[in-house]
């Protein structure tokens, strides 16, 4: 049960909370765009500030690319150490004709924000900060340590945190891990997530004819560099939706009866799951349900494609260059390495006469999987019961956070993945938004979660 100090003073504190979160949306921080840089940097300010002003003890930690915001409260004797982690930065708002308001001013219509960002990651990652803030405002103590590391390249694969991990071991040294950048497995009905997918990132170009050539003149005569491109990724998938490139599947492990039974349980509907996406079908690998190609099978897909003539009307070339981009989603126990390798080789060896392929890796992550038995998975059951009205369901998802595996093993400690957003809130489209009423019960949540660990021993 939550101290009912806190309990009221959070819904005292409701307008603030939302009206911090309109703030920190209006930031533009895509950290894919360089032209962005200087927007990413004052999302990072604009937290920091927000912790300190708080009472927090915060430390701007400068990186090779964006800075690291890491902020702590006291040491609590003999009970765990919690570290939020969540990230500053967003995707790219395009297509920003699609958007009924505009992604980077915040809008409130039906109980949602609208926004680039309001799920992914700053409504959520908020959250944790919110309740610490209030627990704080009442004067009492936290009953334990809570410390947090934003960062602002999580959208861009996280390396310069990564190469900075040995040395901050210290700085975050800790028990728990605790992250919401997820979602609950249905409206109304919460999840802890025990398992991510990972990801490996590439750019595929084929280059034919040294520029763009007259298709009537040379049409006929030269291999086209967007049919070339065509057929190379059409050669990766078969019409079962098996990855052909050679090994891709050597280090998957095959889900255990138990897990596929788990994964069967959850209410789950494939005919309204394709009417939600408007799709008139699903498609995926032979042999899985949706559930499991989702959450624990390796992909392969193009997140875009750029080649030849995109402006208003006709062109008749045959473009010099075409270009996709491509990334693998990958499952624990598959090394970015050894798929960026076989992917390469495959593209290299079914490349035609005519055309140069290049393959260049962009960036990857591996994926995870954490204990189910822990006393923090208790701890967090308990507070998101509490919370929400009702008991959380267990899953896995297939997004990627790439730096958790690495948290994992550099820092020994579990991670709690503790997802407040819904699966349409648009993460990464157009209308990305996150429900006011999640943002408050995720707050909430946060404060249980806080005074269940805090009644844990240490270790
Ligand atoms: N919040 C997501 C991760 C996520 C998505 C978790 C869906 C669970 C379900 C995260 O911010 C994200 O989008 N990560 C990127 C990482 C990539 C760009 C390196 C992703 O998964 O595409
Ligand atoms: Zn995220």
């Not at 208003?312 to 981009?325: R, S």
């Not at 960026?340 to 495959?346: G, I, Q, S, T, Y």
């Not at 490349?351 to 260049?360: E, F, H, L, M």
């Not at 896995?396 to 790439?402: A, D, L, M, V, Y």
């Amino acid at each position: 049960m939550l101290d009912p100090a806190i309990d009221s003073l959070l819904t005292q504190r409701q307008q603030q909370d939302v009206d911090d979160l309109i703030q920190w949306l209006r930031i533009p921080s895509v950290s894919s765009d360089p032209t962005a840089q200087p927007h990413v940097e004052a999302a990072g300010r604009w937290v920091a500030d927000r912790l300190r002003s708080g009472g927090l003890h915060v430390q701007w930690i400068e990186t090779a690319g964006n800075p690291l915001v890491f902020a702590q409260t006291p040491p609590v004797p003999g009970v765990p150490v919690a570290l939020v982690y969540g990230h500053y930065d967003v995707q790219p708002a395009e297509p920003l004709e699609l958007w009924e308001t505009a992604a980077f001013e915040p809008d409130i219509r039906n109980g949602n924000i609208y926004a680039r960002g309001a799920t992914d990651d700053k409504g959520q990652v908020l959250t944790h900060i919110q309740s610490v803030l209030a627990w704080l405002q009442t004067g009492r103590p936290l009953p334990l340590q809570v410390k947090f590391l934003i960062e602002g390249e999580e959208e861009v694969g996280s390396a310069n945190l990564e190469r900075m991990l040995p040395e901050l071991a210290d700085t975050l040294a800790c028990d728990v891990v605790v992250i919401s950048d997820s979602s609950q497995f249905a409206p109304n009905q919460p999840a802890i997530t025990y398992g991510l997918r990972g990801i490996a990132t590439f750019e595929l170009t084929v280059s034919g004819p040294r520029q763009d050539l007259h298709s009537g003149s040379f049409g006929g005569a030269v291999l086209n560099p967007g049919i070339a491109l065509c057929k190379l990724i059409a050669a990766a998938v078969d019409d079962q939706g098996r990855i052909q490139f050679p090994g891709f599947y050597d280090d998957v492990q095959p889900l255990t009866d138990q897990e596929r039974q788990q994964f069967a349980d959850l209410p789950h509907d494939d005919v309204a799951f394709a009417t939600s996406l408007g799709v008139r079908a699903l498609f995926g690998e032979t042999g899985f349900t949706t559930l499991e190609r989702k959450w624990a099978r390796p992909t392969f897909d193009v997140n875009g494609l750029t080649c030849g003539h995109q402006g208003a009307g006709v062109k008749t070339i045959i473009p010099a260059v075409a270009t996709a981009k491509l990334s693998c989603r990958l499952v624990p126990q598959q090394d970015p390495d050894k798929i960026a390798a076989a992917l390469e080789d495959f593209f290299q060896q079914h490349g035609p006469a005519g055309v140069q392929v290049t393959v260049k890796p962009d960036h990857a992550a591996p994926g995870m999987v954490s204990g189910i038995d822990s006393p923090y998975m208790a701890a967090a059951k308990a507070a998101l019961a509490e919370a929400f009205g009702c008991q959380p369901v267990l899953i896995r998802e297939g997004g990627s956070i790439p730096i958790v595996q690495k948290f994992q093993a550099a820092l020994k400690a579990d991670c709690l993945l503790l997802g407040w957003g819904l699966n349409d809130d648009n993460a990464h489209s157009p209308n990305e938004k996150f429900a006011l009423a999640d943002y408050h019960r995720g707050i909430r949540a946060s404060a249980v979660l806080w005074s269940e660990l805090g009644k844990l021993q240490h270790g």
